[in-house]
T-cell receptor, first 115, second 114 residues
Framework: GAVVSQHPSWVICKSGTSVKIECRSLDFQATTMFWYRQFPKQSLMLMATSNEGSKATYEQGVEKDKFLINHASLTLSTLTVTSAHPEDSSFYIC???????????FGPGTRLTVL | AQSVTQLGSHVSVSEGALVLLRCNYSSSVPPYLFWYVQYPNQGLQLLLKYTTGATLVKGINGFEAEFKKSETSFHLTKPSAHMSDAAEYFCAVSDRSGSEKLVFGKGTKLTVNP
């Protein structure tokens, strides 16, 4: 149980375009979803926390207008990287948890490459 | 603010040898502590966690960790390494505030030699 999927698993796009990444909880209702960014050979950095039906809470230094997060249902959250640039290239990982639990369950990640 | 320090960015052991991955944390409140494993180009998989109760926690794949409050440590161990254990391991802490934010260490890459 507690499976989280991400789509796509990898994406290559041109500079200036926007890319949407989906995060789905397959077998539970995720009241909270988290988006992380991981640079090569580094740890995960939390970008934002989203609760279903509410605006996402962004961490300090993360541009909310550039990284649009939508958590429209209890099983789906999306991260849209707007006007992507090569420095946005990274591994993006989402996690999800249900209300009352202390554990986050992670998706497999999406590798974004911006040319 | 919370923080996690993982001593040793790379650990190499022989197959069958003891695995010890070190994690120290800093937290102003009693923490929740987690160990996650990440295989190449994949997300994170929960190995084990400590919330309350018994300080020795057993997880999947034969791993265990012990919460030592006096040492602010949560080291991960496995008696006998397998080749399949080769991966990146992350220690993480949350502050029980209800936000459930995780703060991760920088990770330790485990290599298992035949």
């Amino acid at each position: 149980g507690a499976v989280v999927s991400q789509h796509p698993s990898w994406v290559i796009c041109k500079s200036g375009t926007s890319v949407k990444i989906e995060c789905r909880s397959l077998d539970f209702q995720a009241t909270t979803m988290f988006w992380y960014r991981q640079f090569p050979k580094q740890s995960l950095m939390l970008m934002a926390t989203s609760n279903e039906g509410s605006k996402a809470t962004y961490e300090q230094g993360v541009e909310k207008d550039k990284f649009l997060i939508n958590h429209a249902s209890l099983t789906l959250s999306t991260l849209t990287v707007t006007s992507a640039h090569p420095e946005d290239s990274s591994f993006y990982i989402c996690s999800a948890q249900w209300e009352g639990t202390d554990t986050q369950y992670f998706g497999p990640g999406t590798r974004l490459t911006v040319l | 603010a919370q923080s996690v320090t993982q001593l040793g960015s790379h650990v190499s052991v022989s197959e069958g040898a003891l695995v010890l991955l070190r994690c120290n944390y800093s937290s102003s409140v009693p923490p929740y502590l987690f160990w996650y494993v990440q295989y190449p180009n994949q997300g994170l998989q929960l190995l084990l966690k400590y919330t309350t109760g018994a300080t020795l926690v057993k997880g999947i794949n034969g791993f265990e960790a012990e919460f030592k409050k006096s040492e602010t440590s949560f080291h991960l161990t496995k008696p006998s390494a397998h080749m399949s254990d080769a991966a990146e391991y992350f220690c993480a802490v949350s502050d029980r505030s209800g936000s459930e934010k995780l703060v991760f260490g920088k990770g330790t890459k485990l290599t298992v030699n035949p």
